[in-house]
């Protein structure tokens, strides 16, 4: 199975720059997202990795050979890159068996019979699907239409499977049943995955390594839970997660020999204790901090008085947001519970995941606790 390397590789358009001096490496048999809002040039990206967009610059390797490079001249076509895609609607033949759309491109290649139909017991057993041979595409799931298209992609021998928002035309349910079935599949077929995505729940529960962009430059490249609990910058933290990081902008002053700093913010002192190394800011400089909602806890006795601004109760959570001071924050309650409006509840911030930005570049500067002092 391959790696692809990505060096230095732009894409422009006239004076659009759809993705710029972007560099990555996608390991053998990873399953990684390319992840971001519409136009931030993540379906670009898959398209110059098939072969099927050309870059203006940089250099793109797979499996150790160079299958673009515009110093060198060299642009192999996506046929001979060892890719397959796999469509949004599968793109099954519907006159045709399983077995049939599987065997299709084999018969194109001039395969013969009698390994076109050891390729395809293969594969019916690798995914799972034997006893749907001898149907018709209409007579399947959708989970057994993809597995099928599935199938028929990795049947001439393609290492990597590139996949473009595939489950985009599915209700939630079948969504959330297909991420299964993905995550399985990769699994099974030892194969690398490329996935573009703008629902980051899917890359949070599909991939190995997630690759978030923002209008053509890389913003993280690095595992979903990571990009979770420590993102990169306010961009990441705030399209990552949900319901949303709650963000607190204010003024840090230095308390001095590793107390760490409080930011004035609403009306409230917030102490910032660092996890790990010490942080230096200048006194008055802007920050803004962030905290997820389930770090927010209500307390029986105790910590910080709050009043309900509402509370959205669904069964397995209850999502609350509260007025703490001139701040309006949102917090998460696991279990079946309700809050009247304007009710008063106690609540403290819990360990040490709060991160804090730099409000005017947006860079994480670190991780640590959040107290009210």
């Known amino acids: 199975m391959p790696e692809i390397v990505l060096k230095n590789v732009w894409k422009r358009f006239d004076k659009f720059t759809a993705v710029a001096d972007l560099n990555l490496t996608i390991a053998d048999r990873g399953f990684v997202t390319l992840l971001g809002p519409s136009g931030c040039g993540k379906t670009t990206t898959l398209r110059m990795i098939a072969g099927l967009e050309t870059p203006t610059e940089g250099e793109i390797t797979i499996d150790g050979k160079v299958v673009y490079s515009s110093e060198k001249g060299i642009d192999v076509s996506p046929a001979k890159r060892d890719v397959?895609?796999?469509?949004?609607?599968?793109?099954?033949?519907?006159?045709?068996?399983?077995?049939?759309?599987?065997?299709?491109?084999?018969?194109?290649?001039?395969?013969?019979k009698d390994k076109i139909k050891a390729r395809v017991t293969e594969l019916l057993g690798t995914l799972k699907i034997e006893e749907f041979s001898k149907r018709y595409p209409n007579e399947?799931?959708?989970?057994?239409?993809?597995?099928?298209?599935?199938?028929?992609?990795?049947?001439?021998?393609?290492r990597v499977l590139f996949m473009d928002e595939p489950l985009s035309n599915l209700d939630a349910k079948l969504r959330t049943e297909m991420r299964s079935e993905l995550k399985r599949l990769h699994s099974e077929t030892n194969s690398t995955f490329v996935y573009v995505t703008h629902d980051q729940l899917e890359a949070m529960t599909l991939s190995t390594r997630t690759c978030l962009m923002k209008e053509g430059y890389l913003q993280q490249y690095a595992p979903p839970l990571e990009v979770y609990n420590n993102p990169a910058n306010v961009f990441v933290a705030d399209f990552v997660g949900s319901p949303t990081m709650n963000f607190i902008e204010g003024t840090g002053q230095n308390e001095g020999n590793g107390k760490g700093?409080?930011?004035?913010?609403?009306?409230?002192?917030?102490?910032?204790?660092?996890?790990?190394?010490?942080?230096?800011?200048?006194?008055?400089?802007?920050?803004?901090?962030?905290?997820?909602?389930?770090?927010?806890?209500v307390e029986a006795a105790g910590g910080v008085k709050a009043k309900i601004y509402a509370a959205l109760p669904s069964g397995m959570e209850t999502i609350v947001k509260i007025h703490l001071g001139g701040l309006l924050l949102t917090l998460v309650v696991f279990g079946a519970v309700d809050y009247p409006v304007d009710s008063e509840i106690s609540v403290n911030f819990a360990g040490d995941n709060c991160v804090l930005f730099d409000r005017e570049s947006g860079a994480n500067l670190g991780l640590g606790k959040l107290t009210v002092v």
Not at 140 to 158: E, K
């Open 261 to 297: 700093i409080t930011v004035k913010a609403q009306g409230l002192n917030l102490l910032f204790t660092p996890a790990s190394e010490k942080l230096d800011i200048k006194d008055g400089a802007p920050l803004t901090l962030g905290i997820r909602p389930e770090y927010i806890r």
């Open 84 to 112: 397959g895609f796999l469509f949004q609607n599968y793109a099954l033949w519907p006159h045709m068996t399983v077995e049939q759309n599987i065997a299709f491109g084999l018969e194109n290649l001039k395969w013969a």
């Open 140 to 158: 399947l799931s959708g989970g057994q239409q993809q597995r099928v298209a599935i199938a028929r992609t990795l049947a001439t021998g393609a």
